[in-house]
């Protein structure tokens, strides 16, 4: 068990430093300064089980929302969830309309 907590406490750090990356240099600091400021990490995030999805209290759970808060949680800040269109998700993070994304996103 103690192996299991290691590795996912060595998965989130690696999640906030791609977090703080994809700002490239100087904007990264001040994209996280931001989600400080803010209190919260907002979640641009679809229904996609088992990765995402309601549970029957209405909260979102799954494999992507609960690393999601876990970033969030190592931030000191809420996660906010969001639901986006996919197809919008640039124009959604260019915006500012969320912080990031969380379905699987790559590179390609």
């Known amino acids: 068990m103690k ?4 590795f996912v ?7 906030i430093a791609c977090l703080a990356l994809t700002g490239c240099g100087a904007a ?5 300064a931001a989600v400080k400021d803010a209190g919260k ?3 641009g995030i679809t229904e996609y089980e088992p990765m995402d ?3 029957d209290n209405g909260e979102w759970t799954g494999f992507d929302a609960e690393f999601a808060r876990a970033v969030a949680a190592e931030l000191g800040v809420e ?3 969001i639901v986006i269109d996919w197809d919008n998700k640039f124009f959604e993070l260019e915006s500012g309309a969320i912080d990031c994304v969380w379905n699987g996103m790559t590179i390609t």
């Open 41 to 43: 990490l907002v979640v």
């Open 79 to 81: 996660a906010e969830f």
């Open 28 to 32: 990264a600091d001040g994209d996280i």
């Open 3 to 6: 192996r299991i907590n290691t």
């Open 9 to 15: 406490k060595l998965i989130v750090v690696m999640l």
């Open 53 to 55: 999805y309601l549970d």
